[in-house]
């Protein structure tokens, strides 16, 4: 809880559970087949599984296709700037412990204009939970080069196909100090659900990268991922500590390098949790500052503080 | 130690009476010349006299010269005087750069180890004192000269007549963190400096004429960016987020060690963008936010400010104006960021605009902009400047239980007629964690929206909008009564004046209506919206005069005085403008008026 004074009334004490129905707002606007719809799906999966109470959600975007996500979520949201929702969500969460912050976009809006402050966030370890949709394509501008756009993607911003090496969001995310990470895929609705909850479950700075395919105007890019495609989706076993020879092949989520080496793994790679350690969160550790605070000041309330802060001024 | 005991004159001599004092200190800044400027400010404020001080900050962070300049006395101390009575110099090139800033008649005390005073100007009283041998001396050679500027304390103590065991106890106080002999060192410095052989300095004793002050409350001594931090703590603000920009950043550092005894949190972040997206998290979710800057900075927040507009969501952000543009004088102050704070962001985003005039207002009216954001839902700026920010000044301390603002969040459910941004009401959002009655949870957007929060492209519907977010900005303005109007109430100029030319103007005011101008003087704190019956004012002067520290642009007029003019279309207003980084001298806007007079 945060620590300072809420005025509320009571919510009823008995209240419905968390179902589809009540998790459904706006009609989503997105074309027809957009990978982003199956996000949308696992994620009210997620809540009612979860079962927060409703009104202790927060859904938060920036701007894109993706980033129209709060808007068909029936929970307290916010439409924010482009490439800014990290930082905004940083504010959310920090001063609400007993919120739960989901923060959504798309591959530009989290890995090129917010670059930085994913970085930022990760390494912070603000307690959030981050879903990137990414479809390698700036969706909403209609058909720009992302920062994923594979080399040779044609675009209208590079006619001749895209010539700047795409990063690898895997490997930036790894590298970004972040505490959990998974990569899922829009056609696999039951895994995006694990990977989705498990984020949501976990103390930290979450986040989730979703391959979401832009129907419109990046179709098939990740079919080589899609079983229904003639693809494969090659999933990560993870360690299960049960002594057997075939748990020396898992891979031990904790383990920075061999994360490493799933992220560089040739396309269309592997999909399953890549990362999952426990560090001190900036909202735990901010707590303490608070609590070590209060101790030096003996309980004084805040006008006993400033008064003896004004009196040493004299 | 002669410390406790001995706070008088020498007997033979009788000092004179002063009224004010304005003593410059110069020298480098490792020599610690700010803590001795620190202590003077802190005993005057301790001693019911006003004080004000006057510094500069070298962009070099050690070495490099420094100095230090404050105003003591026993009346109403408006600016930190044009000219000194006394100059310390530490060293040759202090001397050299800053003895044209002492009057004629006054007092140069100078290093004799250090400076060699051009025998030929006889303009002051050279009084020359072994600063560093006897600091040297005095701590028995084992603490270098360190300690010089404690020395130099204690020979003002002398020659002021200062109250001795209230400055040894600041002294104690400052100290005595630290170890027994850093206290025991310092006070002997400060002994030998006070007992430094006074016959030299026979001529050059003062008293201050003694004014109790009137309020009978005891004084406070702090800077305009620590005034601007309590502040807003005595209003309930608990979380901020910023990243550190001279001179702003003392505002974050204090809030960081500040805000966790209150239960709060400041976030550094990664940039001045995060910042300010930082702050709206925390105001959207109810915690009134503050995020602080500087010219450079606040270009970055631009963006973040127009969501808050849009969205309505409250929103403090301050900033401390310094030269620009670009890096441009990071360390010296200007008013050029007036048509950022008031027009920077996209599209029709109106916000409101203020202004402090002193240090004591820097407290006070940030308080004014909390409780605005907080009643209209939208974002305030509050304009200070770099000489505000390094500006100490004393004032009574505010009566706290009187004033303490709550930090309460608000969550109480809302029922189920509730609408985000209804267009006939003024906008309070349900921060997340409130129950809402009818099960429809509200979005907050930065897209055009209607009363429900829903994107809407309706073009009837955002010019509803438009002119509801423009006019719950003039219901502030019609909140706000007319300013005052000092000295001549009608006459041939009015002078014109906001943030922290306050001081300056107000004695150029004085000093001209004794020469014989009939002149009358406004100072606006609301910068946008306006306060009201300005054109009222405006009609009784033949001339109105802005004085500001801006350019005065393609056009002509400096910032303020074309928002004047494009406001009240008033052929009459001028300006008043200067951009030499450094504050008004009551002498430059006498100047300014006589030469608009076509006098002198
Ligand atoms: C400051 C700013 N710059 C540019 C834009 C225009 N813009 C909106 S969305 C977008 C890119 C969206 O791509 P992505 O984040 O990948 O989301 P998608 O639409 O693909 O889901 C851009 C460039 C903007 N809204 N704001
Ligand atoms: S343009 Fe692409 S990303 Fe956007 S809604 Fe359509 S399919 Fe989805
Ligand atoms: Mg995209």
């Known amino acids: 809880m945060s620590s300072l004074p809420i005025v509320s009334a009571p919510v009823p004490a008995q209240r419905a559970p968390l179902t589809k129905k009540n998790l459904t707002a706006d009609h989503p606007t997105w074309c027809p087949g957009c990978g982003d719809f199956a996000v949308l799906a696992s994620f009210h999966r997620v809540l009612e599984k979860l079962q927060y109470p409703q009104e202790k959600i927060v859904c938060l975007a920036g701007i894109g296709c993706s980033s129209r996500f709060p808007y068909f979520v029936n929970t307290h949201g916010v439409h924010f700037l482009h490439g800014r929702t990290l930082p905004f969500a940083v504010g959310v969460s920090l001063g609400n412990d007993d919120l739960h912050v989901f923060a959504f976009g798309g591959d530009g809006d989290g890995y090129s204009i917010g670059g930085n402050h994913l970085v930022h966030t990760a390494r912070k370890n603000v307690r959030l939970t981050y879903v990137i949709m990414d479809n390698y394509v700036y969706g909403l501008t209609k058909k720009q080069t992302s920062p994923t756009s594979s080399i040779g993607f044609k675009t209208k911003t590079d006619p001749t196909g895209a010539i700047d090496q795409p990063i690898n969001p895997m490997r930036t995310l790894i590298n970004s100090g972040a505490t959990f990470i998974a990569r899922s895929h829009a056609s696999q609705v039951n895994h995006m659900v694990e990977m989705m909850e498990r984020a949501a479950r976990h103390d930290g700075f979450g986040v989730v990268e979703v391959l979401s395919e832009c129907v419109e105007f990046n179709e098939g890019a990740f079919d080589a991922a899609s079983p229904r495609k003639g693809g494969v989706f090659k999933t990560i076993e993870l360690k299960k500590n049960d002594g057997t020879p075939e748990d020396a092949k898992r891979h031990d989520p904790t383990n920075e390098l061999a994360a490493f080496d799933l992220a560089l793994q040739p396309w269309p790679g592997v999909f399953g949790v890549f990362l999952d350690v426990k560090r001190p969160t900036k909202n735990q550790m901010e707590a303490e500052l608070i609590a070590k605070a209060k101790e030096r000041t003996k309980g004084a309330t805040d006008l006993q503080v400033l008064q003896a802060t004004f009196s040493r001024m004299r | 130690m002669v410390s406790q005991n ?187 400096g006070y007992a430094w052989p006074t016959d030299n300095v026979r001529d050059c004793y003062y008293n201050f004429t003694a004014t109790p002050h009137p309020s009978g409350r005891p004084q406070v001594t702090m800077d305009g960016n620590q005034a601007l931090s309590f502040g807003l703590i005595t209003a309930g603000v608990r979380y901020g987020a910023a990243y550190p920009i001279t001179p702003a950043t003392s505002v974050m550092e204090i809030l960081r060690a500040e805000l966790p005894k ?171 964690g409130t129950w809402i009655d009818s099960g429809s949870y509200p979005i907050v957007s930065g897209l055009e929206h209607d009363e429900m929060g829903h994107p809407t492209g309706n073009p009837a519907m955002h010019q509803k909008m438009t002119i509801k977010r423009r006019e719950k900005i003039k219901a502030l303005g019609a909140e706000l009564s007319p300013p005052q109007v000092y000295g001549d109430q009608e006459g041939e100029v009015l002078l014109v004046g906001w943030g922290s030319t306050w001081g300056p103007a107000h004695e150029a005011l004085k000093q001209l209506r004794m020469d014989g101008v009939k002149i009358g003087q406004v100072h606006l704190r609301y910068l946008h919206p306006l306060e009201p019956g300005l054109d009222e004012i405006f009609r009784h002067y033949r001339q109105i005069l802005v004085a500001e520290l801006n350019d005065e642009g393609l056009y002509g007029y400096g910032q303020f005085a074309t928002m004047l003019r494009a406001r009240y279309c008033n052929d009459s207003i001028r300006g008043i403008n200067k951009t030499d980084g450094l504050t008004f001298k009551v002498s430059d806007i006498v100047a300014g008026v006589n030469r608009y007079l076509g006098r002198k």
């Open chain 2, 262 to 432: 209150y239960g709060g949190i400041f976030v550094q972040c990664e940039d001045e963008i995060a910042a300010v997206s930082t702050a709206l998290g925390f105001s959207y979710s109810g915690h009134l936010a503050v995020t602080n800057s500087s010219g450079p900075g606040l270009s970055l927040k631009m963006e973040g400010l127009g969501w808050g507009v849009m969205a309505e969501v409250p929103l403090i952000v301050i900033n401390v104006q310094r030269g620009g543009p670009s890096t441009g004088l990071p360390t010296m102050v200007e008013q050029s960021d007036l048509l950022q704070a008031i027009f920077g962001s996209h599209g029709d985003s109106q916000r409101v605009v203020l202004a402090p005039k002193n240090v004591e207002d820097c407290y006070y009216f940030v308080q004014e902009a909390v409780r605005i954001a907080r009643k209209y839902s939208t974002p305030v700026i509050v304009l200070t400047d770099q000489s505000l920010a390094t500006r100490i000044e004393a004032f009574d301390e505010p009566d706290l239980e009187k004033i303490m603002g709550s930090p309460a969040i608000e969550r109480a459910p809302r029922g189920a007629d509730f609408k985000p941004y209804s267009l006939d009401q003024l906008t309070h959002h349900a921060p997340p």
């Open chain 2, 6 to 192: 001995s706070t008088s004159h020498p007997a033979n001599i009788t000092p004179r009476s002063i009224n004010d004092v304005v003593i410059r200190l110069a020298g480098n800044s490792q020599d610690g010349i700010q803590t001795i400027g620190g202590f003077l400010a802190r005993l005057a404020g301790r001693s019911d006299q006003d004080v004000m001080t006057f510094m500069t900050i070298p962009s070099t962070i050690s070495g490099g010269p420094s100095i230090f300049q404050v105003r003591m006395g026993s009346g109403d101390i408006l600016s930190a005087g044009d000219q000194a009575d006394f100059l310390v110099a530490f060293y040759q090139h202090s001397y050299e750069s800053h003895i044209n800033s002492l009057r004629p008649g006054g007092v140069l005390i100078y290093d004799s180890g250090n400076v060699t005073p051009n025998p030929d100007d006889k303009r002051f009283t050279n009084i020359g004192v072994p600063i560093t041998n006897a600091t040297v001396e005095a701590v028995g050679g084992t603490g270098k000269d360190k300690g010089k500027n404690i020395y130099v304390l204690g020979l003002l103590a002398r020659i002021f007549n200062l109250d001795i065991s209230k400055l040894t106890a600041l002294i104690k106080e400052r100290f005595g963190g630290r170890s027994e002999d850093i206290v025991r060192n310092a006070l002997m410095t400060f002994d030998a």
